[in-house]
């Protein structure tokens, strides 16, 4: 029963494009949303986050948009650029004692990214 | 301004050992949440705790395993008798408070048992 899904294992974009990575959750409980990149090796790196109420959040070449009717959100990386490749990671957290899961976030599979020179 | 600390980054355990794993929070969080990452797999949570406190351990195995965040020192991940499915790389994360905050990951511990 996995409640957040990556469905692309991996992405190949040419440097300079935009890449967008998508991502789908079931749990109508999660109201808050984060991207985590990944190198091998290394734990996971914050990028962006956005809650419930809102539809999109920007940060310089990063942009997460949320379509709560859909259950889905996915992450802008304009203009991609080789130190972009990574996993990308995408987790939601619900409220504490909803009874929507438990406390921790809950992860995607992740998205192998990987940008092309 | 440290990050999330961990230690140690690797460790080799043989079936039936034990494996202690520690986490040091970032400056001022006081929550400590613990992941396991298995192979080609997302991260898992396992145990959310607070200073002598665990809040949340529903993603803990039932047996074998226990984590504790004592009032002094470190968080500390135990993993008795461990097997070779307990093969993975443990991630543990901290936030100042609960709710929506932002979780900041350390490096991880690689666990291999042979």
């Known amino acids: 029963d996995q409640q957040v899904k990556q469905n692309s294992p991996s992405l190949s974009v040419q440097e300079g494009r935009i890449s967008i990575l998508n991502c789908d959750y079931t749990n109508s409980m999660f109201d808050y949303f984060l991207w985590y990149k990944k190198y091998p090796a290394e734990g996971p790196t914050f990028l962006i986050s956005?809650?419930?109420?809102?539809d999109k959040n920007e940060d310089g070449r990063f942009t997460v948009f949320l379509n709560k009717s859909a259950k889905h959100l996915s992450l802008h990386i304009v203009p991609s650029q080789p130190g972009d490749s990574a996993v990308y990671f995408c987790a939601a957290s619900a409220p504490q004692y909803s009874g929507g899961g438990a406390d921790g976030l809950t992860f995607g599979k992740g998205t192998h990214l990987i940008i092309q020179p | 301004n440290a990050g999330v600390m961990q230690n140690p980054r690797h460790l080799v355990r043989r079936r039936g050992q034990e494996a202690r794993l520690r986490c040091s929070p970032m400056?001022?969080?006081?929550?400590v949440y613990w992941y396991r990452q298995l192979p080609e797999e997302g991260l898992k949570f396992m145990v959310y705790l607070q200073k002598e406190n665990i809040i949340d351990e529903s993603g803990m195995p039932k047996e074998r395993f226990s984590a504790e965040f004592p009032k002094e020192g470190p968080s500390i991940l135990r993993i008795q008798q461990v097997v070779r499915g307990d093969s993975a790389a443990y991630f543990c994360a901290s936030s100042p408070g609960q709710g929506m905050e932002t979780q900041y990951f350390g490096p991880g511990t690689r666990l291999l048992v042979l």
């Open positions: 956005i809650s419930s109420i809102k």
């Open positions: 400056k001022g969080h006081s929550h």
